[in-house]
T-cell receptor, first 114, second 115 residues
Framework: KAGVTQTPRYLIKTRGQQVTLSCSPI?????VSWYQQTPGQGLQFLFE???????NKGNFPGRFSGRQFSNSRSEMNVSTLELGDSALYLC?????????????FGPGTRLTVL | DQQVKQNSPSLSVQEGRISILNCDYT??????FLWYKKYPAEGPTFLIS?????DKNEDGRFTVFLNKSAKHLSLHIVPSQPGDSAVYFC??????????????FGKGTLLTVNP
């Protein structure tokens, strides 16, 4: 069974640009969560999607948005990039909602903002 | 405000000995705790979890202990193996507090197991 895949793996952007990251969950998984990992803050929850609907959102500005498609694939968008957005962005999928259901993480997308 | 704290950024242990990784939390609503392991260039992988109704959970070489009164949990790895060298993240969730979807992570502890 293929794991969670994220594309691209690495990305370099400049301030003010926007970026779209993609996450393909494990087949059959309907919940996709996104996390941002930085050295200073560790892993922080961005948002969670289930059945094409954003169910939950963390404490991030509106520049961070996402969506989920009918095949459960998810995209995350960051507009008007800032230097502080440089981070590893991880997505995780699970069969159903709820952290008591094992979440499987992808390898992440490393975003560098210059 | 760091609700989950891993105060040791790194830990070095000899192969065959016990590794003890510690985690403290401040949110009394947390009732479900997990440990993840992360190798470079890979996403975190689930290791073991514990519900607040228990004080110990064991899975092979891995045991997690929970001390609710101290708001402290620890992960014991016995015996430690070189392949255990990775960053270990402690995570918590308030599953009965309406935050069943969200994990709050610590900043991680880099474990190095020396042959």
């Amino acid at each position: 069974k293929a794991g969670v895949t994220q594309t691209p793996r690495y990305l370099i952007k400049t301030r003010g640009q926007q970026v779209t990251l993609s996450c393909s969950p494990i087949s059959g998984h309907r919940s996709v969560s996104w996390y941002q990992q930085t050295p200073g803050q560790g892993l922080q929850f961005l948002f969670e999607y289930f059945s094409e609907t954003q169910r939950n959102k963390g404490n991030f500005p509106g520049r961070f948005s996402g969506r989920q498609f009918s095949n459960s694939r998810s995209e995350m968008n960051v507009s008007t990039l800032e230097l502080g957005d440089s981070a590893l962005y991880l997505c995780a999928s699970s069969f159903v909602q709820g952290v008591r259901n094992e979440q499987f993480f992808g390898p992440g997308t490393r975003l560098t903002v210059l | 405000d760091q609700q989950v704290k891993q105060n040791s950024p790194s830990l070095s242990v000899q192969e065959g000995r016990i590794s003890i990784l510690n985690c403290d939390y401040t949110n009394s609503m947390f009732d479900y705790f997990l440990w993840y392991k992360k190798y470079p260039a890979e996403g975190p992988t689930f290791l073991i979890s514990i519900s607040s109704i228990k004080d110990k959970n064991e899975d092979g070489r891995f045991t997690v202990f929970l001390n609710k009164s101290a708001k402290h949990l620890s992960l014991h790895i016995v015996p430690s193996q070189p392949g255990d060298s990775a960053v270990y993240f402690c995570a918590a969730s308030a599953t009965s507090g309406g935050s069943n979807y969200k994990l709050t992570f610590g900043k991680g502890t880099l474990l190095t197991v020396n042959p």
